[in-house]
């Protein structure tokens, strides 16, 4: 059986026979697949489609719980079905923190203000949460990352392989950042903590957590990093200070475990960036060239600016600094970010 005819008739289960129509309402980077479920009354419902021989449900379905238990807001399942790869839950809407902030007319420093400082506060509650279940987000896995920017930017995006010596340059300060990482606090890391997955729906609770089935116990500066240094939006650099200061004042007060030094803390924020970056540099290539999503194509030069500063500002970043310049050599950047 097809496997839209599959969702059909499981959802005409749930709903007891009732009429409905099934309208796409989003895919993200994996293979999971979201409908709208709309019935005759005008209800509305979302479905998550994730084929089994694909994704697994079950972290989805335990991180949403233990998010839930510790008074985050996600979403409502109303039917499962593991074996099958669905999932009936409430409907969020189609706003997300990444709408609003890109609206028309466009939100006042204000809103915009307001809108970080909701997510924010989610974020901290969220880092309170026990996270000794959870896999570690290991030294093994943050090399893993960092090697998709040689091999899908470098090499299959530009054409621009290393050679055996460059390979082994960058190989070093690799180990270097992953160090840093490893060597900071470790708590609940949500592992996408960013502006597309956040709801702001129109009646209800709000931001509402989504996307979370990657969590990890890891970096606490990870998902700090991850919202105020998105792939998608750019927000001035004094704004974002601002925004991270605030984040390390409410962690602390709260016994987030952040460093007590924010200079220290900047530092993590900073490394944990150089990490994230490349590792989304190779993704976005890896998802145009192997899967054929190539519109994150046009978010690679957002990430290089987020990179290029920071390789700037510390020494020990000179090899993956000199690697860039060569990538980009009509595109050298020089100046500072927080």
């Known amino acids: 059986m097809p496997r839209t005819a599959q969702l059909s008739e499981w959802l005409r289960q749930q709903l007891d026979g009732r009429p409905f129509e099934l309208a796409a309402a989003s895919a993200d980077a994996s293979f999971r697949r979201y409908f709208r479920v709309r019935e005759a009354d005008g209800r509305s419902l ?31 399942v109303l039917a499962e079905d593991v074996a099958q790869g669905f999932i009936l839950m409430n409907d969020l809407g189609d706003v997300t923190l990444k709408h609003a902030l890109l609206a028309e007319p466009a939100p006042s420093p204000g809103e915009v203000h307001s809108l970080y400082i909701d997510a924010i506060g989610a974020l901290i509650a969220m880092q309170r949460l026990d996270a000794s279940a959870l896999p570690p987000y290991s030294h093994e896995l943050l090399m893993r990352e960092m090697r998709l920017f040689p091999d899908w930017y470098l090499d299959r995006h530009l054409g621009k392989p290393l050679d055996e010596a460059t390979r082994a340059r960058l190989e070093a300060v690799f180990e270097t950042i992953a160090a840093d990482n490893l060597a900071q606090a470790q708590v609940f890391v949500h592992r996408d903590f960013q502006i597309r997955n956040l709801m702001l729906p129109a009646q209800g609770p709000r931001p509402v957590l989504i996307d979370f089935q990657d969590a990890v116990r890891g970096p606490v500066s990870y998902d700090i990093l991850s919202l105020l240094k998105d792939a998608f939006v750019s927000q001035e650099e004094e704004f974002l200070l601002d925004l991270l200061i605030r984040y390390w004042d409410g962690a ?52 290089l600016g987020w990179l290029w500063p920071v390789c700037r500002r510390y020494a020990v970043l000179a090899p993956l600094l000199a690697i860039l310049e060569n990538a980009h050599p009509d595109e050298v950047q020089h100046g500072f970010t927080f």
């Open 46 to 76: 979302v479905v998550m489609d994730a084929a089994p021989e694909h994704e697994d449900c079950r972290p989805w379905l335990a991180i949403r719980q233990q998010l839930a238990d510790g008074g985050l807001y996600v979403p409502q």
């Open 252 to 303: 602390r007060r709260v016994g987030v475990p952040v460093p007590e030094d924010f200079a220290l803390f900047q530092r993590q924020f900073d490394f944990m960036g150089v990490q994230r970056h490349l590792k989304v540099l190779g993704i976005f290539a890896r998802l145009a060239y192997r899967d054929g999503k190539t519109g994150y194509l046009g978010e690679l030069p957002r990430m």
